[in-house]
């Protein structure tokens, strides 16, 4: 942004193929590669990007859900990221392994939005869309911890 006026000074889809169709709902810069984020499409799809990479910044397509993105958080000691989705899921991948889908966490709604707890490592609280907030530990089953109503009606 240079005298009030805003421009724009890098296009990622200019050299990425035409049919690509992914609004993006959240985006999120990777912890520990600082030229790489990813983008949360409306159509359940992440992508990687590399800003260092010349040509198509796209570095990977997944289709990792069957709706919406709506979130994604790194967490900053390891990278891994987490994904909330319309599709009552959050998902967690870890990039150093070529970004495959780790571990799914069934929820009981809608996940609006996910966070990594600053206390404990291993674990993230997910707000759904029916007010409800749960929360999960990746390192022992897939259930949630701790559950109950934050808000009534949507987070």
């Known amino acids: 942004m240079a005298d009030n006026t805003l421009s724009d000074e890098l296009n990622l889809l200019q050299h990425t193929r035409a049919h690509l ?3 993006s709902n959240d985006v999120a810069w990777h912890t520990q590669q600082a030229s790489q984020l990813v983008t949360g499409a409306k ?12 040509g198509s910044k796209c570095v990977r397509t997944l289709s990792i859900h069957s709706r919406a993105v709506n979130r994604l958080c790194f967490d900053a000691a390891e990278g891994r990221l987490l994904t909330a989705s319309q599709d009552k899921s959050a998902k967690l991948m870890d990039c150093k392994l070529r970004f495959a889908a780790q571990q ?13 707890s600053a206390t404990t490592p291993a674990q993230f609280a997910a707000a759904l869309e029916n007010g409800m907030v ?12 701790m559950q109950w109503q934050g808000h009534h009606g949507r987070v």
């Open 134 to 145: 749960q929360v999960f530990d990746i390192r022992t089953n897939k259930q949630c911890l």
């Open 43 to 54: 159509t359940g799809v992440v992508l990687l990007w590399d800003l260092n990479k010349s």
């Open 21 to 23: 169709n992914h609004s």
């Open 104 to 116: 799914t966490f069934a929820t009981a709604a809608e996940v609006r939005d996910v966070h990594w």
